[in-house]
């Protein structure tokens, strides 16, 4: 008989992942979705807090983007299956407070990263996955190949931080439409920046190549996380830096183990 729910469940993945497979990204997440929030309705949870993504918001659109802003156009095309099934647990989330008083929100996380990741190269996120290519790289001596021109900007938050605000939102906030938890717009940083400190971190001293063959997907999806800050205005959040060195530690200690 639970009172409160996390919803994590979904199918995610990478860019090249997403570009595959967009009709089973829309509907094995609808499908999961509509199952844990109807089961939560059916059981009597008092509060469902469910994750979204800042994919779901407007290609074409200004910055930064905030809550207000999500049904605002289409997403980006290469990964609009994802994006289109997480938009609809907002929409859900209405109905169910609308017709049956349910207290059901939802969190927007920017760019997750840290230890018990999934480290896959082919079908993980950005970060993990060049975690992964700069440990392998450093073992076998060769050159490292980032895909992509390395210009898009992201907000990386670290898990970590991420599950501290999971359990405020859980116990103390209130409203259902959505909240970003995200680092500031100026802790927005490239993915070449993002390579750079994890080259750091693991003491990479071999060659950085971008591939420009493969695509860069959105260039940035800049988040305002001014709403966070309103409610946690002394919250503070791991440096990026600080967060990177623990992750790529993490790692090469539990590479037998790792997802990957």
């Not at 993915?191 to 420009?212: H, S, Y």
């Amino acid at each position: 008989k639970p009172t409160h729910v996390i919803h994590l469940a979904a199918m995610v993945g990478g860019l090249f992942k997403n570009i595959r497979y967009n009709l089973d990204f829309w509907r094995r997440n609808i499908h999961i979705n509509d199952n844990v929030l109807h089961a939560a309705y059916e059981t009597g949870v008092q509060k469902v807090v469910s994750c979204l993504s800042t994919c779901i918001f407007p290609d074409k659109t200004t910055y930064p983007i905030d809550e207000s802003m999500i049904h605002n156009g289409p997403p980006h095309s290469s990964n609009f299956g994802y994006s289109y099934a997480k938009r609809m647990i907002d929409i859900q989330n209405r109905g169910y407070f609308e017709q049956h008083g349910c207290r059901f929100t939802a969190v927007i996380p920017t760019n997750v990263f840290g230890p018990h990741d999934n480290f896959n190269i082919e079908d993980g996120h950005v970060l993990p996955g060049l975690i992964h290519k700069v440990y392998l790289a450093k073992q076998t001596g060769s050159a490292l190949t980032i895909w992509g021109t390395g210009k898009p900007r992201r907000q990386f938050i670290y898990s970590l931080d991420l599950a501290r605000l999971f359990v405020w939102v859980l116990r103390e906030y209130d409203e259902v439409e959505p909240i970003i938890l995200s680092v500031g717009e100026e802790d927005e940083v490239s993915i070449k920046e993002a390579a750079e400190t994890i080259v750091e971190a693991m003491d990479f001293r071999g060659e950085l190549i971008f591939d420009t063959t493969k695509a860069d997907g959105q260039f940035k999806k800049t988040a305002s996380n001014a709403k966070l800050r309103r409610y946690l205005p002394t919250f503070h959040f791991t440096p990026f830096k600080q967060a990177v060195q623990e992750t790529c530690a993490w790692f090469s200690a539990n590479y037998a183990d790792a997802r990957k």
